[in-house]
């Protein structure tokens, strides 16, 4: 059941864990959906031509570019964003470990690499410098040159890893 | 450092958890409640005039509450005072494609943008400039009526010394042609802004800016308001690179909109209007001869430059001069001549990008070494190290220099590279180059001239224990909120997180100019320990009065104020700040910075001049595939004199960072334009106004970084440091091209270095000719008289003798300028 261009589309999702409905014109990406309708601004957009990785969000676990996304594609999925990555107060260890290596310095595609990450390391825990450098590289980064962030991943790992050997 | 707690310890940036937990809130971050949404009317014409402009149509669209046009914005605009050529919308032409010349102010932005359809604009396309060359061959049609003549904005010319007669008893002269192609900074966020009205009716609007001072004054003197009428808050920006460092029109349009709709109006530029907005690296034509001794001495220099500006002035009168200002502050010239032409051409302008005016001139200067040191049979490495400047020299130019640890940095990356078992040594399609670069620790004047504070800082601390800090600095990922946090957690003996920071608003901090220049960590730095240091002698007075502890005795760290003899003896910073609030009453301070009068008195000298200025000196080793012409950096050796780092987790994220954007100038990206067919307007256009075509580095392209922080204390600099988020972009693209040399053979005196275009030198180079691919001559420009200044080895007194004296300036602040010269008006700098 498709609704015509003037009517608002509705859909139910998940988000961080949040069972959502929502209403929204029917043309909206999932950016403009999380950023416009649930005032979720961390995630950013940079190109919303799906060039630039700054819009990255996780949907069902998978990272996806979230101004390629239409909304009315999102219905029942997770949607995981920046806002949902840390433990209610505790940030998550990419999150400790990005702010302590110097990834984040004007943190504008910041929430896009977090997200990635997290996919990265859910699935290779101890993932090498290659594959860290192979699933970040669609996310672009204009100050940093990248080696801060690659470092920031691998502290978290071998931290999550630590954790998980307690 | 000895003795520091905060300064020099790698520590988490202040700014930090804001950062990874995306609640760092950028200008499009902001919603307020009705808020409309503008779109701009573009032109698709590069040269043209407006005829009509019919909005009738888009006036009855749905959602439509305000149109906007050029009859609605009678003052033109301009970061600098000398060329304020932008109308907000364009009035009676276009000069470039993209340039606005309706907004639509909707309640959607979809109904903004199709609204944007329904107005007609009638065109009458004039000849277009595409380069530099037919600005100087057509003076007709204008592009402005402003400028030296014709389509040249701006005409430099000074010598200092007989350049002639010292080329002429030169053993060698070397002449060479290079070319730097433009790009653009890719800012990550798309420029946004958004203005409202406060509950009071006062205008407020929040902009990605890195320059919220500026713009005060330009929104408040486009739209014919009182200054302290407008609030301009810098919202964090998402990348800057002087990309936002201009006054856009489009915050001007929103201003003015909330004015007159009386709700929030919101803009978002997408990212082709970002590629249209611009201001990025100059395209310049260069050509610079030099005499040297038979050892590779430098006698004298003569550099040419000609500068393609785009459609408008932005700080091209600036940006002319740092093509030019800078050659002289590394190694030691005797004698110089710069000559430099700016010319208007319709494409989007030119401006300031990281480096400011100074990686062309410095590619071209750094790749010529290299060529002589080949001729002499000299090491490259060592033909850099016998011709350093000396640490507070004057140079020719004036240039007053400071400390300089180039020295070390270049020892540093010749023996971590292992440039001496490398260099020219390496198998056939391996090779390794080396350059080196400076850069100023914040400009010397302001852009509108006046004797007041480059930087302002105030203290407030209370009985909570909280200090609170507020300053005009704008946090662009640089970290100068984290610059501004330690050194006053240093001297307070607090932590750095502890201190709440209230950046950027013209409304509650005291002006620092902007994030430009590297300005921010010497100037609002040196503020900030003045601010700082009075803090301290205030509590001081009150805990010595309370304890009976003489105040020199009384140390400040981790939260405490004890005595250094018996540190039991003591209070908790809280208590301390309560005792001293009891004696001295509330506890304010404030801290100013201002930079030192400057030696250059000649026209034009306000541009190099720096309280100091930073060293870099890079080896790069590249692999270059013979049968394609592709290049692969294997490793970056970098080591820049810093003075002392701050936070050094910060300090070498700005090295790594400047490396990245300079690898990326180096090899792939350029701001190309095209020419559509005569039948579609035959108009210039971008060639890739997009993030896929534009090719930028991802993570795929990053090489190693072997980064090295130099730190010998600058006296003049906040706890000895200096600069470091421009200076290390600057030596890298010399140093790959002259590594490609190493490797190959071949010269590419241009950038971008391609492939196509190595892969062509190569052919050249089999088939015997000259290997070189590069710029073959510059043109013969008329450049009338030269400013004659004697350089300080000649008796002169930083005056050129053959000028006319100057009128007294005044600004539209109504700020009455001493006459003269650039630096009589400026006082002194305000020590700590």
Redo the contacts between chains.
Sequence with gaps: MTPSINENARITLTVNGESKDVLF?P?KTLLEVL?EDL?L?????????G??G?CAVLMNGRPVLSCLVLGLECDGATVE???G??DDAR?HP???A?????A????????GF?VTAKALLDERPSATRGE???A???????????????EAVEEAAAKMDAKENE | MSGHRVVGKPR??V????????????A??L?FPRTLHCKLLRSPHPHARIVSIDTSHANLAPGVHLILTGRDFPVTFGILPVSMDEEPLCRDKVRMVGDAVAAVIAATE?EAAAACELIDVAYEPLKTIADPLEALANEEPRIHDHGDHGNVHKKVALEFGDVDASLAAADHVFDDTFFYEGNT??????HAAVALLDPDGRLTLHSSTQVPHYVHRQVARALEIPAHKLRVVAA??????GGKTDVFNHEIIVAKAALITGRPVRICL??EEVFLCHRGRHPVLMRLRTGVKSDGSIVAMDLETLLDGGAYGSYGVASTFYTGQLQTVTYHVPRYRFRGCRTFTNKPPCGPKRGHGTPQPRFGQEVQLDKIAIALGRDPADLRLQQLEQPGALTANYMRLGTIALKQCIEKVVEGSGWRDKWQRLPDGRGIGIACSAYLCGAGLPIYWNDLPHSGVQLKLDRSGLVTLFCGATE????SDDVLAGIVAEVLGVAPHEIKLLTGDTDLTPVDLGSYSSRVTLMAGNAAIQAAERARAIIAAGVSAKLGIPEDRLVFADGRVFDAEDPAQGLSFQDAVIVAEGKHGIIGTTGSYRPAVSAAKYKGGGVGPSPSYSYSASVVEVEVDRTSGWVEVKKVWIAHDIGIALNP??A??QV??????ALGEALMEESAMRRLPARLSNALVHKFP???EYK?P???E?PE?ETYLIEEPEPDGPFGAKEVGQGPLLPIMPAIANAIFDAVGVRIDEIPITPDKIFKALREQAQGRSPRVGPDSFPAIEWGEVSIVPPPSEGGDGRAINEKPRKSKVVDSGVRLAPDSPGANVGDGVKR
């Excluded at chain 1, 601004?41 to 031509?49: A, D, I, M, N, V």
């Excluded at chain 2, 662009?476 to 970290?479: I, L």
């Excluded at chain 2, 790594?656 to 954007?661: I, K, Q, T």
Aim: glycine content about 14%; aromatic content about 6%.
């Design positions: 014109a043309n950023r005032c601004t961390g995630t950013k957009h940079g190109c919303e031509l060039e630039c700054a964003t920046i806002e990555l840390a940030l990419l999150q400790e990005f702010a302590d290596c110097g984040a310095q004007c943190g504008y595609c910041t929430p977090l860290i450098t192979e970040l590289s669609g996310n672009l980064c204009r100050c940093t040159g990248y080696i801060q962030i690659f | 988490r940036r700014d930090g958890r804001a950062k990874v937990t995306g609640q760092t809130r950028f499009d971050d919603q979809e900074h890719l800012a990550l966020e798309q964090p920006n998402g990348g800057g690179f997408t990212r662009v990922g640089q970290g987790v910060l070498r994220g790594e960072g400047s490396v990245y954007m997009s993030m896929l930028s991802t993570t795929m990053m970084i």
